[in-house]
């Protein structure tokens, strides 16, 4: 497949996302007028705590966002083409072939009954139109990339044979099949132990590079998209409260939350001494309620910086001093 770059430099362009799910308790207001753009060649870290919007965010790009959510507003642009506006028939021809996804959880996320080499050979067959034999050569092949031993013989397995490190290495040999522009890894290694979770990190990296693509990398840890992501997003309630390189969210982080995220992370760099003195926190108070949002900021009533102007205005995104490093805060 030839790779092409959109003329305005962004492979990817969401404007305005919302996404609401109608439920008997109520309207979920999941997505809140998201803004977010990816570089070609570029990896984006989508951070934020479970009901965040991060992984719903992801899923839209493929127009997956389960029942009873739905795409109220925005666009999502994807190499020049608004992906909002396209049919099921048409994204069915995208899913796979330009835009992969790598799904939290492998064991659900591969097909019980059939084998590895039926599943992901399938793929080859319907998207690239190769034949059989053609098809289950280039999966072998792609096992092997992603350190899979004997590929030959796994095309022969069923999932439940393979350990759950394996799986997700299935699954991200099928992600790369037809050598998508972009990647979407939502929690990739989280129900990993943790030798393999660096494994799997290392692996998706170096395919990265080799392949040229875009990732957009969703998780709750900071610590995971450290050695990474370019940029990142961080999200809360559904809205985003701040995007800046990696460097200027680890260095200079402007927002309380991603503040208070990057005192939930180990530091390695720490003294015994000073990890003493200073015990990991954890973010104070819980999740909202997206039936019910908070008024103004969203964070404000877990935030140490509120006062009262924060739980009646709406905050919206600005740039700080450091260009391309916006923030989403009254107090900025």
């Not at 793929?123 to 280039?138: G, P, S, T, V």
């Not at 969703?218 to 050695?227: E, K, S």
Request: hydrophobic share 40%; aromatic share 6%.
């Amino acid at each position: 497949m030839t790779q092409t770059t959109p003329q305005n430099d962004y492979l990817l362009e969401v404007s305005g996302l919302k996404i609401h799910f109608f439920t008997g308790a109520g309207i979920v207001q999941a997505v809140d007028g998201v803004d977010f753009d990816l570089a070609a060649g570029e990896t984006l870290g989508l951070v934020g705590e479970s009901g965040s919007g991060k992984t719903i965010s992801s899923l839209a790009l493929l127009k997956l966002v389960p029942r009873p959510g739905k795409i109220l507003a925005g666009s999502i642009r994807f190499d020049n083409e608004d992906l909002i506006q396209k049919s099921e028939s048409d994204m069915i021809k995208i899913r796979g072939k330009r835009i992969a996804m790598i799904f939290q959880n492998p064991a659900f996320s591969l097909n019980p009954i059939y084998s590895i080499g039926n599943q992901l050979g399938e793929i080859l067959m319907w998207h690239e139109k190769m034949n059989r034999r053609d098809a289950f050569d280039r999966v072998a092949e792609l096992l092997n990339l992603v350190g899979i031993t004997d590929p030959g013989g796994r095309l022969r397995q069923f999932p439940h044979e393979l350990s759950g490190g394996m799986k997700q290495r299935v699954c991200i040999a099928r992600a790369l099949l037809c050598k998508p522009l972009l990647v979407l890894a939502d929690e990739p290694t989280t129900n990993l132990d943790v030798t393999i979770q660096a494994q799997i990190l290392q692996l998706l990296s170096e395919l990265r590079d080799r392949f040229n693509m875009s990732m957009i990398l969703v998780t709750h840890d900071l610590g995971v998209v450290a050695n990474m992501a370019d940029r990142i997003t961080v999200m809360y309630g559904g809205r985003i409260c701040e995007t800046a390189t990696t460097e200027q969210i680890f260095n200079n982080p402007q927002h309380p939350y991603t503040k208070a995220l990057l005192e939930t992370i180990p530091r390695v760099d720490q003294s015994y001494s000073e990890v003493d003195n200073k015990r990991l926190t954890v973010v104070p108070g819980r999740i909202p309620n997206l039936i019910t949002p908070p008024t103004g900021c969203r964070f404000h009533p877990r935030c140490v910086e509120a006062d009262g102007d924060c739980a009646l205005i709406k905050p919206e995104l600005k740039e700080t001093k450091e260009p391309g490093h916006v923030v989403s805060c009254l107090k900025r």
